[in-house]
């Protein structure tokens, strides 16, 4: 079991908008930034957003993060069929000293 | 560049140890704040976290597998070793390595990942 609690699937239509959970506690969301990962069928996962709403170079502004008390949520607007991927949240927490990932949800679009 | 590619046994046999090696470039574990990460992937299932090593040599590992994992350092080679004891089926999975360029920085650069089968 993740420490860090995510949806298992959400699912949307094309042009449509998203949003997947991440929640935690005060040892690690609560009191560090959120990263979001995209990992597509067979390949390594992907930074996708960094410091809890920062994107890397090259992501586009249809993926944006925010954070708020020990949750943090990844929102996905103009949904391409692209985007169907594993999505998970990433954080530090201090009282595993350790790094934590969410259990991943899986984007459908249909 | 930044660039990160694992190396190690495709199969390993149940009870032996699993050594892998991160093979990277584009940036040096000397310089103040980097980090390298080991994290590995069941198939089907979710990211699970292994270990990190930081440029002062500090490691930090999963608590539910410290007694089975070691990680080190060769920055002369910019190289990261992972070694894991007592392989079991359950350890059957693709493991990645990646960079992480700071405190609270997120693991912004990954391999490719290797995948690692136990079985006899």
């Known amino acids: 079991q993740s420490v860090l609690t995510q949806p298992p699937s959400v699912s949307a239509a094309p042009g449509q908008t998203v949003s997947i959970s991440c929640s935690g506690s005060t040892s690690n969301i609560g009191n560090h930034y959120v990263s979001w990962y995209q990992q597509l069928p067979g390949t390594p996962p992907k930074l996708l957003i960094y410091d809890n709403h920062a994107r890397p170079s090259g992501i586009p502004d249809r993926f944006s993060g925010s954070k708020s008390g020990t949750s943090a949520t990844l929102v996905i607007t103009g949904l391409q069929t692209g985007d169907e991927a594993d999505y998970y949240c990433?954080?530090?927490?201090?009282?595993?000293?350790?790094?934590?990932f969410g259990g991943g949800t899986k984007l459908a679009v249909l | 560049q930044v660039t990160l590619r694992e190396s190690g046994p495709a199969l390993v046999r149940p009870t032996q140890t699993l050594t892998l090696t991160c093979i990277f470039s584009?940036?040096?574990?000397?310089?103040?704040?980097?980090?390298v990460s080991w994290v590995r992937q069941p198939p089907g299932k979710a990211l699970e976290w292994l270990a990190l090593?930081?440029?002062?040599?500090?490691?930090y590992y999963n608590t539910s597998l410290r007694t089975r994992l070691t990680i080190s350092k060769d920055t002369s080679k910019n190289q990261v070793v992972l070694t894991m004891t007592n392989m079991d089926p359950v350890d059957t999975a693709t493991y990645y390595c990646?960079?992480?360029?700071?405190?609270?920085?997120?693991?912004?650069?990954w391999g490719q990942g290797i995948l690692v089968t136990v079985s006899s």
């Open positions: 090593i930081d440029w002062e040599d500090d490691k």
């Open positions: 990646a960079r992480i360029p700071g405190p609270s920085s997120p693991l912004d650069y």
């Open positions: 584009g940036f040096s574990l000397t310089t103040s704040g980097m980090c």
């Open positions: 990433g954080t530090w927490d201090s009282s595993l000293s350790a790094v934590i």
